[in-house]
């Protein structure tokens, strides 16, 4: 693992938290996340190298992390999204593809923007799948939640009969 881009993700993340005017440990929890989701995506690339892969389970697990964090810190999702999103942004992909295509190499410059285009779509839905994953955890804790809190009026209701 390489613990320098880990640190450099951690830190690229944190100075978006000051940019974005967070403070104190809201920029600790914010930066945070971008360094999690870049360990995650080195990590992964060791076992899958592959580009569109390794972003999407980053994202999926930048996305958890953001849900989590948001009911812990009460703060709004799109600070984690932000901040943490900052290591994954395919900068060097957008750029090779400006520069190849000013360059006349469009073929290069197609390539290029073809791994912006997949790296920006698999962050997307990584994304997406952990919001509606939180969703649907919620919802059915909500629904197990309610089960339980009509089975426990019935018994209530029971006893209180039983006391007439």
């Known amino acids: 693992m390489d613990w320098i881009q880990i640190a450099g993700g951690f830190a690229g993340s ?5 940019f974005f005017h967070l403070k104190g440990k809201q920029v600790f929890y914010t930066a945070l ?3 999690i989701a870049w360990t995650i995506y080195l ?24 849900e ?9 999702r799109t600070a984690y999204i932000a901040v943490g999103i900052i290591p994954l942004i395919p900068g060097a992909a957008l750029y090779h593809t400006m520069y190849y295509f000013f360059q006349g190499e469009t073929e290069r410059g197609r390539a290029s923007a073809v791994e912006a ?5 698999a962050i997307a839905a ?9 969703k649907l955890l919620k919802r059915s804790d909500h629904a197990k939640n309610s089960a339980d809190g009509e089975s426990n009026k019935k018994q209530m209701y029971k006893e209180s009969k039983s006391y007439v």
Not at 14 to 18: D, P
Not at 126 to 134: E, P, V
Request: no cysteine; glycine share 16%; net charge neutral.
């Open 126 to 134: 990584g994304l997406l799948f952990a919001m509606d994953l939180w």
């Open 117 to 121: 285009l997949v790296t920006s779509a």
């Open 14 to 18: 944190t100075g978006f938290a000051l």
């Open 68 to 76: 989590i964090m948001a009911i812990y810190t009460k703060m709004p």
């Open 43 to 66: 990590a992964v690339g060791l076992i899958l190298p592959s580009y569109g892969i390794q972003f999407l389970i980053s994202g999926i697990a930048l996305g958890l992390y953001m």
């Open 33 to 35: 996340g971008g360094g």
